[in-house]
């Protein structure tokens, strides 16, 4: 991009109505997008993205879904600065649905790349915008070593991690031949989710967390022993923000970064909220072992060794009192038990 | 594939036109494959293939193109035990001609593997062939360590190599849902080719050989201190047909395979040269260093530490002389000088 300092920059959230993509906009409100000014952020998304009240720049909702072509083209011809693609079926619903999570989370993101290049090929003035995409650990399938380095295969053993793996390997492709100027982040899971549990198999990671400073009962499905690579929200965001302003030639043509995280047990977990929220809080946590979330959880990834996204400035917590503490910052809302 | 011992086996090779793929003939013919009898091969090109006279079973060549939904068809429709999936534009020419390559190397296997699927699905008796993939060293990008391990991450420097790193993916996902049954195996650099030098940048390693035991000059591009890694054309014969009759459970859900291969320098090449047949053929090398050759050259891999491939039963040659000699035995016509 050859845009004088003073130009400011369009900026699209494909995916902008989920939580992590909300939280990208509070994040760009309030820290901006490196040295130039944000001139607009659209939200795009399959169902109408809330827009906040103090935005400093203009903040659209566009509906539409990256299986139409129409909308795909209509997203590229924005000749948007920064693309930030977040959107994806989850991990359980695209094992289920073969055919739906091989089109949403892999041939659409294609289309997405191809409709970018064409507006490079076809624009006069090297359009070559930074694409940031959240990948995840789910490119990762047991067996593991203790902690993963940045040099580890991708052996997924779900048709998700599958489909962000090949989305990594295009946009990589695509940028090294200077279509799109593309980073490829691959998030810890991302603990602690404020709402309600969803059908994912990790929920109980924030589950055991939020229900019991929420007063409410929580169940956990796996021994205490198990360990996990965890970011806060508020860490996710920030990522995604750093890898749209990190230097291109930094990447050095290997743009797929492992995100920084902290890894603990769950008995870890339970420790940090009793320091935090008390015995009252950690006795609300009844364990029930659940065999079928054991055998998913123990191909998951336990610890990485991020070195690369360490040199490159991507920062997260150090310890999980910190990640709960973010939850409790951000997004605890008391209430009367 | 739930047959008895004692059916046959129906196998097509697709790019059976190509070197590689008439010496894995050759090697059916002389070896079979496995236990079961091969009752037909089927030679897929996009032009025709050439017949041996002399095979104990039937062997059609059927010419037809993998961008071509109806060919794609049918070659599933063939419900074959084994197909062998060696079709793909080569390196130079997928990094020319981008669309080109992504269409032929990349979206055609995918539509190959969906119309597996979808033969897998219409059958009643659980369809599900074994499918060998020819993929490549090309999938690794430098920088590396002197040996690349077998759990080394793929970061392709060629759009052909990401291709075929996409396409492992795939076949791996869709052999975990129990679609087919893959193998994806990474070839090693294939000398000493017979026939004529080509356009790839890999070429001299073979015509450094060739020429001077035809008595001919040969050009060397690099310095002799370039290390690589080599397998003979019969080598990856043996290796796609070892591949093909693998037990599945050996694979464990990792049904990508570096191969082995002998690692040494051009060097080492040319004092296996000399060994062989003397000092008159290396006389015939001439040093002409090309610096586009160079610089592709330097971020090809260097050396490899199969572990699995060999504790799998995949086996190669043990020296340079060994390879040199597979070319004489198997490819060398001697003529007039």
């Known amino acids: 991009m050859n845009h004088s300092s003073t130009q400011g920059q369009r900026v699209i959230i494909i ?57 795909i083209d209509w997203i590229a011809a924005q000749r948007a600065d920064a693309l930030f693609h977040l959107a994806a079926i989850v991990s359980g619903d695209a094992e289920r649905n073969f055919e739906r999570g091989w089109d949403i989370n892999a041939r ?17 003035d090297n359009y070559r915008p930074r694409l940031v995409f959240s990948s995840s650990i789910a490119v990762f399938g047991a067996p593991f070593p203790d902690k993963i380095s940045d040099d580890f295969h991708t052996t997924p053993l779900t048709s998700y991690g599958a489909q962000k793996a090949m989305t990594e390997l295009q946009i990589a492709d695509y940028s090294r031949k200077g279509y799109i100027d593309g980073v490829s982040i691959r998030l810890p899971t991302v603990t602690v989710r404020p709402g309600k549990p969803n059908l994912a198999a990790s929920s109980f990671f924030s589950g055991i967390i939020r229900e019991p400073l929420n007063g409410q009962p ?54 940090a909220l009793r320091s935090l929220a008390g015995n009252d809080a950690v006795s609300r946590i009844a364990l029930a072992p659940d065999p079928e979330i054991e055998a998913i959880v123990q191909n998951w990834p336990r610890d990485f060794d991020t070195v690369r996204a360490l040199a490159l400035g991507f920062t997260s917590e150090c310890s999980y009192e910190d990640i709960i503490q973010v939850y409790l910052d951000d997004d605890f809302e008391p209430t009367t038990h």
Not at 51 to 60: D, G, H, R
Not at 232 to 238: E, F, I, K, L, T
């Open 15 to 71: 995916g902008g109505a989920g939580m992590v993509g909300q939280k990208l906009l509070y994040h760009l409100i309030a820290d901006g997008l490196g040295d130039r000014p944000i001139d607009s952020v659209c939200l795009f998304d399959v169902v109408t993205a809330p827009i906040p009240e103090n935005a400093p720049f203009p903040v659209e909702s566009k509906t539409g879904s990256l299986l139409d072509q129409s909308d």
């Open 108 to 124: 659409s993101s294609w289309q997405l790349l191809e409709a970018l290049r064409q507006e490079h090929h076809n624009s006069g």
């Open 218 to 271: 929580a169940v956990l499905p796996v021994a205490d022993t198990v360990r996990h690579w965890h970011a806060s929200p508020r860490s996710a965001a920030g990522f995604l923000r750093h890898a749209a302003i990190l230097e291109s030639d930094a990447l050095q043509n290997r743009p797929t970064l492992n995100m920084p995280g902290f890894s603990c047990t769950v008995a870890e977990q339970i420790e």
